[in-house]
T-cell receptor, first 114, second 116 residues
Framework: DGGITQSPKYLFRKEGQNVTLSCEQNLNHDAMYWYRQDPGQGLRLIYYSQIVNDFQKGDIAEGYSVSREKKESFPLTVTSAQKNPTAFYLC?????????????FGEGSWLTVV | AQKITQTQPGMFVQEKEAVTLDCTYDTSDPSYGLFWYKQPSSGEMIFLIYQGSYDQQNATEGRYSLNFQKARKSANLVISASQLGDSAMYFCAMGSLQGGSEKLVFGKGMKLTVNP
């Protein structure tokens, strides 16, 4: 089935460590996004990418990095520079050609700093 | 800048009744899209309905309809015949085209509880 796969579902990180969250989609979508959600809050955009080898900062990019080497993959690295990384992370993708106007989300990854 | 406002922190509705979830927005872009997503306790974001700013008719998807009032900058979600499975967080979002890119801005959400 087509969809967006995020892994791992749950991740624990020690302070000072970098961790990478995986996001893979087989929907042939051009654009991909990473959002952060804190408890009781809406989603905030971290990074987004419209095409391979190109990405832009969102509203809260500090302490995060991404890459887009393949159309299907958009991994997010939470670096040690991110001061408060404990949150729920959602990856999304969107088809930017044709009539597609819907952004679809993965099931999310819970990151906890211990 | 784009902004989405959802002022209802939570609502309760009886099963089989209709409910309206409020959403107002602010943008200077002439072309934009409005979305509603449902987030159950499992965390996944489920797309419900989309309304384009130039669409003449209000969007409908099954039991969901979007009451789009462009002049008032509101995009309320109406759920008809509520079901117990509708209990979840609901988020209103707006996508605008900025310099050829597209970002989706979310409201803070509201919690809907459907009572039997």
């Amino acid at each position: 089935d087509g969809g967006i796969t995020q892994s791992p579902k749950y991740l624990f990180r020690k302070e000072g460590q970098n961790v990478t969250l995986s996001c893979e989609q087989n929907l042939n979508h051009d654009a991909m996004y990473w959002y952060r959600q804190d408890p009781g809050q809406g989603l905030r955009l971290i990074y987004y990418s419209q095409i391979v080898n190109d990405f832009q900062k969102g509203d809260i990019a500090e302490g995060y990095s991404v890459s887009r080497e393949k159309k299907e993959s958009f991994p997010l690295t939470v670096t040690s520079a991110q001061k408060n990384p404990t949150a729920f992370y959602l990856c999304a993708s969107k088809k930017t050609t044709g009539s597609g106007n819907t952004i679809y989300f993965g099931e999310g990854s819970w990151l906890t700093v211990v | 800048a784009q902004k989405i406002t959802q002022t209802q922190p939570g609502m309760f509705v009886q099963e089989k009744e209709a409910v309206t979830l409020d959403c107002t927005y602010d943008t200077s872009d002439p072309s934009y899209g409005l979305f509603w997503y449902k987030q159950p306790s499992s965390g996944e974001m489920i797309f419900l309905i989309y309304q384009g700013s130039y669409d003449q008719q209000n969007a409908t998807e099954g039991r969901y309809s979007l009451n789009f009032q462009k002049a008032r900058k509101s995009a309320n979600l109406v759920i008809s015949a509520s079901q117990l499975g509708d209990s979840a967080m609901y988020f209103c979002a707006m996508g605008s085209l900025q310099g050829g890119s597209e970002k989706l801005v979310f409201g803070k959400g509201m919690k809907l509880t459907v009572n039997p």
